[in-house]
């Protein structure tokens, strides 16, 4: 098991940029393929982006594609999310998730192949 933790949420207005961390602690943070999701009110869980173990290969959303970069420093255990030109439409709590994985450059984004998650953190984004 590994213990998640985010921070960096907060309110900002349209345009404006956040970025968001995943701490993690426990286990080999290496050996996890990570992502982040979002949920906003009354919304289901939704896929944000993913990262491979080594961080080498990566996939987002269509909703997010240039505008948000998921990175991940091994040796500090820790996951990013660089978030900019945010949209109200960004408006959600944002939760990262880690699975154990095999391979180094696979990526996951599907919910229920993640199997430890952070409480999340709320991002507002006024227009």
């Known amino acids: 098991q590994v213990q998640l933790v985010e921070s960096g949420g907060g309110l900002v207005q349209a345009g404006d940029s956040l970025r968001l961390s995943c701490a993690a602690s426990?286990?080999?943070?290496?050996?996890?393929?990570m992502g982040w999701f979002r949920q906003a009110p009354g919304k289901e869980r939704e896929f944000v982006a993913a990262i491979s173990r080594s961080g080498s290969s990566t996939y987002y959303a269509d909703s997010v594609k240039g505008r948000l970069t998921i990175s991940r420093d091994n040796a500090k255990k820790t996951m990013y999310l660089q978030m900019n030109s945010l949209k109200p439409e960004d408006t959600a709590v944002y939760s990262c998730?880690?699975?154990?994985?095999?391979?180094?450059?696979?990526?996951?984004?599907?919910?229920?192949?993640?199997?430890?998650w952070g409480q999340g953190t709320q991002v507002t984004v006024s227009s």
């Open positions: 426990g286990r080999t943070f290496s050996s996890y393929a």
């Open positions: 998730a880690a699975t154990e994985i095999s391979f180094q450059t696979t990526v996951v984004i599907t919910t229920t192949r993640y199997d430890n």
